[in-house]
């Protein structure tokens, strides 16, 4: 048997929770809203997250809780801090929101979020990556009985595999999660081996894709960009993205400026779209400019129309020296574009090189190039590839198939009975 099921068969019987009596869910900020239409014995999850602009919504989170059992289980989503820009939408959706409305790490934040998991008394907390990990020993405080943490690798990716401190943090607090959720196997390896997880505590559970939002364009190339940026017989390359040092938008601008310079008649076709914000932006419109390249290139910053932008481009690249997070390269697959990316965390699972894209070593200037260079001089490839990547996300990387491997980890601890096994 699982260990994951032999754990929950220990805990005491929760199927039959009710939801926080009235003035319960009044004290933590909970309308009735939150409770209507749900069947009294579905369990509580109360999801934590920094913010809700950061919780990756469309993708992430909401999408998650849209495709789970509202028969077994309800949601609240309680925010260290937001603007509350999202919350008159969610709640028309059924999904309760609660800003805590306290600096992050103060005693009176973890005070106020004590009382709420008092008051609502979920069955099942899931915190998220390093703001969400102290919240374990809080939940356990606060009497809940079921815990999970996942880390999605931003801040791991970023920082090197988190510094000596954050993974003492990370051991200390390990004894309070009962299971762990990781996008990448290079994660779930990390979490075993340097926090001394058991492996069979650790669930990959790959990312999910709105393939109805994220598709093939289906006519010409919207016109984006300022004007004669786009025309007929262009080939786009575009990356989306936190533009920093570790991203590696400056070896992509470079890569870029040596394939225009090249008298290979396809190059001159090239354009290049860097889309997202953050110190590298700066450093890479200055290249292009002192290059003479600035009109072959638009860097607009960050944008929100992600989905349309992707259907301007013909290549999308990911040059990032390191990278748990797959969002970005699904959306593209999705979207039916090859992928050239470096060779480094979750971007080896998900690229098959040569039949979805090309798969580089981090900080190979010339290798990046020659990988572009081919898709820009061999067209049906880029073509043959990206129906490929857009099969690939359907059948592997749907928001079901997400909903569904979290499902099971969630009915493993609760013990809820799915379909097939009260059959």
Not at 76 to 99: K, P, T
Not at 258 to 267: C, D
Not at 341 to 356: I, S
């Amino acid at each position: 048997m699982n260990p994951i099921h032999r754990h929950a068969q220990s805990l005491p019987e929760v199927a039959g929770m009710a939801p926080p009596h009235r003035a319960a869910a009044d004290d933590a900020g909970l309308t009735d809203a939150a409770y209507a239409g749900t069947p009294a014995r579905a369990h509580l999850v109360v999801h934590l997250v920094d913010s809700l602009a950061g919780a990756n919504l469309e993708s992430g989170l909401l999408n998650l809780i849209r495709h789970l059992p509202a028969e077994r289980y309800r949601h609240a989503i309680v925010c260290f801090h937001d603007q509350g820009d999202y919350e008159a939408g969610l709640r028309e959706q059924g999904i309760e929101i609660l800003n805590l409305h306290q600096q992050h790490g103060s005693v009176a934040h973890y005070l106020r979020l004590y009382r709420v998991l008092r008051n609502l008394r979920p069955s099942l907390i899931q915190t998220r990556n390093r703001a969400g990990l102290p919240a374990q020993l809080v939940a356990a405080l606060a009497g809940v009985r079921l815990r999970v943490h996942g880390e999605y690798g931003r801040e791991l990716a970023w920082h090197g595999r988190a510094s000596l401190g954050e993974r003492s943090l990370r051991r200390l607090l390990r004894p309070f999660v009962d299971h762990y959720v990781v996008v990448s196997s290079d994660l779930q390896r990390w979490l075993v081996e340097a926090v001394g997880a058991e492996p069979e505590r650790v669930t990959q559970i790959a990312n999910g894709v709105d393939s109805v939002q994220f598709h093939p364009r289906l006519g010409p190339a919207a016109a984006v960009g300022p004007p004669g940026f786009m025309h007929d017989g262009v080939f786009v390359i575009g990356s989306i993205g936190r533009m920093d040092d570790s991203a590696g938008q400056v070896q992509l601008v470079d890569a870029f400026l040596r394939l225009i310079a090249s008298p290979h008649p396809a190059h001159q076709r090239l354009r290049l779209m860097l889309i997202g914000d953050g110190p590298a932006r700066a450093e890479c419109q200055a290249m292009l400019n002192r290059a003479g390249a600035a009109a072959r290139a638009w860097l607009p910053g960050a944008r929100s129309d992600t989905a349309q932008l992707l259907r301007a481009m013909d290549l999308f690249v990911l040059p990032s020296l390191r990278e748990d997070r797959a969002n970005a390269i699904l959306e593209a697959m999705a979207s039916g574009l090859p992928v050239v990316a470096t060779a480094v965390g979750c971007n080896a699972e998900l690229v098959h090189a040569g039949f979805t894209g090309i798969l580089v070593p981090p900080l190979s200037v010339e290798l990046l190039a020659a990988a572009v260079s081919d898709y820009c001089r061999i067209p049906e490839m880029a073509a043959r590839h990206g129906a490929r990547a857009r099969s690939q996300v359907i059948a592997k990387h749907s928001m079901p198939a997400m909903a569904r491997d979290y499902l099971a980890v969630y009915d493993a601890l609760t013990g809820s009975e799915t379909p097939e096994r009260s059959a």
